[in-house]
Each structure stands twice: as C-alpha cells, then as structure tokens.
C-alpha cells in the first residue's frame, strides 16, 4: 500500500476529527443550557448540532468509498487499520494514531451525548428507551 492512500486517509480522519470537535463542542453548549434550564437555547443549540453531524456522515461515507476504490488487499487492510488495527510498518502510524484519537473523542462525544439524552428525557431517553 502507498504512502499517498495512507497520507489521504490521514488527513480525511484528521478532518473528521476536527467536524467532531465541533460536534463536541456544541454538545456541551447544550448540556450548560440544559443545567442553566434554557430549554429554548438547548433546542437551538440541538438544531444547530444536526449540521455538523450530517458532515461527520457524509465524511465518513466518502471516506468509506475511498477504501472501497482501493484494490482489494489495500481496501481490506485500510479498512483494518480504520477499525483500530495496530500499525505493521512506520508508514501506517500516523494514520493508527490519527484514528485513535479519533475514537477517543467520539468515545468523548458519545458519552456526553448519553448523559445529556438521559437528562432531558429522563426514561423516554433513546439510551433508556431503545438501548438498555
């Protein structure tokens, strides 16, 4: 596998981990409206949200298709090492530690996003209600 395929992925992780800072930042904005009980500025905020996380998707599906236009040794090792597999040559690791920082902030996100779901729905939360 190339530098270049492995240099592209870098930096289409590194950009989605840079829409999912944003993502993560207004997640907190809306939990300190939640806690200040500004249910308007919480709606707005959540609204607001829905666009960066449609970036985050489509990002990801581009990035999807990319591997998928690799040939197929290529394309089954870069989905690997999308998934978290450990670098096997010093080309591979700054494309690891960008997808694991990665998965560290969404990691972040998610639980932030749970916690903030659980708060303003109570047991009508997707995480009550559709995931325990």
Known sequence: MGMLELEELRKRKKDEVVKLIEVADVT???????????????QMLLNEREQPVRALKEMEEELRAYIVEQPEAEAIRLNELMRGAEAETDEEKPLVEQVAQFRRLLASVQAMDEQLSVRMGGNQSYYKKFRK
Do not use: I, S
């Not at 907190?28 to 919480?42: P, W």
């Open 28 to 42: 907190r904005q809306v939990a300190e409206a939640v806690e200040r009980n500004d249910a308007v500025a919480a």
